[in-house]
């Protein structure tokens, strides 16, 4: 039972134990008074001398004995009642505590996940950064364009396995949008060196969208790039805007606590074209 229910019983066996109580007070009130009455009855009895007046009283008094035994049985069954209501209660207050404790241990026990949880995130925090001090040219670290250098407003990291089921047509919505997008079928040409492209698109992009799905993780180039968008974020830059590609949150979790707690748009909740409106919104304002 719930604490809900069982506080509701509780009022419930409450509001029963007060009316039992009343009623019984009223008997022994009554109980009293024809108690009273059968003294009063067996007095006259003793002090009369005519045999018929006295058959009359013996009469009353056999009547009236006999409504306080009915009543006495009443009081009887009434105070029964009213201690298995009474233990009832008691039962029932067992039950709250033994309920109220186990949600005290939930929250506690949640609570203790949570704190695990933001550790958990911290680390990586620390790794991710480690990692891109470590892994990633200096150059990346630039918040700004470099001289004459195209500028776009976002770079785009993705897995080629999502190339037709999301992405290309996803960039075709983002440039409908007026957005200028670093995509490598539009950047890279044949014999240029693919980690200067994607440094200087990195470079040279305001935002960073990663589009992170099950072939996303097994990839090595988009974890490097992940990783270059997580160096310009230890520099206190908000530049990495998560997609969820036919993928969960769990799966997220497992390849990284902290880019599960990004707020993040889900390829499953939105179409091609209400999610570009959305990069479109968050990269306007």
């Known amino acids: 039972m719930s604490i809900q229910s069982i506080s509701s019983s509780i009022s419930s066996i409450d509001r029963e134990i007060a009316s039992i109580e009343s009623q019984l007070n009223s008997i022994a009130d009554n109980l009293n008074r024809k108690e009273k009455e059968a003294n009063s009855i067996l007095d006259r009895l003793t002090r009369e001398k005519d045999l018929n007046r006295i058959v009359s009283i013996q009469r009353d008094l056999t009547r009236k004995n006999e409504e306080i035994t009915r009543l006495s049985k009443d009081?009887?069954?009434?105070?029964?009642?009213?201690?298995?209501?009474?233990?009832?209660?008691?039962?029932?207050?067992r039950d709250l505590n033994k309920e109220e404790q186990r949600e005290r241990d939930i929250t506690k026990r949640e609570q203790q996940e949570m704190l695990s949880f933001q550790q958990s995130i911290t680390r990586e925090m620390e790794r991710q950064k480690i990692l891109a001090i470590n892994t990633i040219p200096t150059r990346i670290f630039s918040p700004g364009p470099s001289n004459n250098a195209k500028t776009y407003d976002v770079f785009l990291s993705h897995a080629s396995e999502d190339k037709d089921s999301f992405v290309r047509p996803f960039v075709k919505a983002l440039q409908v949008k007026g957005i200028s997008v670093w995509y490598d079928?539009?950047?890279?040409?044949?014999?240029?060196?693919?980690?200067?492209?994607?440094?200087?698109?990195?470079?040279?992009?305001?935002?960073?969208?990663v589009v992170l799905s099950e072939a996303f993780f097994k990839k090595e180039w988009p974890q490097k790039e992940l990783d270059g968008l997580?160096?310009?974020?230890?520099?206190?830059?908000?530049?990495?805007?998560?997609?969820?590609?036919?993928?969960?949150?769990?799966?997220?979790?497992?390849?990284?606590?902290?880019?599960?707690?990004?707020?993040?748009?889900?390829?499953?909740?939105?179409?091609?074209?209400?999610?570009?409106?959305?990069?479109?919104?968050?990269?306007?304002?």
Not at 78 to 89: D, F, G, H, I, V
Not at 185 to 209: H, M
């Open 75 to 93: 009081k009887s069954s009434k105070a029964k009642t009213l201690s298995e209501k009474q233990a009832r209660k008691m039962t029932l207050l």
């Open 185 to 209: 079928e539009f950047e890279l040409k044949v014999g240029d060196s693919l980690r200067r492209a994607i440094d200087n698109g990195l470079k040279n992009s305001r935002y960073g969208i």
């Open 230 to 285: 997580f160096a310009r974020e230890v520099n206190s830059e908000k530049v990495i805007l998560p997609i969820w590609h036919k993928i969960s949150k769990n799966e997220v979790l497992s390849y990284s606590p902290i880019i599960a707690d990004l707020v993040a748009i889900n390829t499953t909740d939105f179409t091609i074209e209400e999610i570009a409106e959305k990069i479109s919104t968050r990269i306007g304002g």
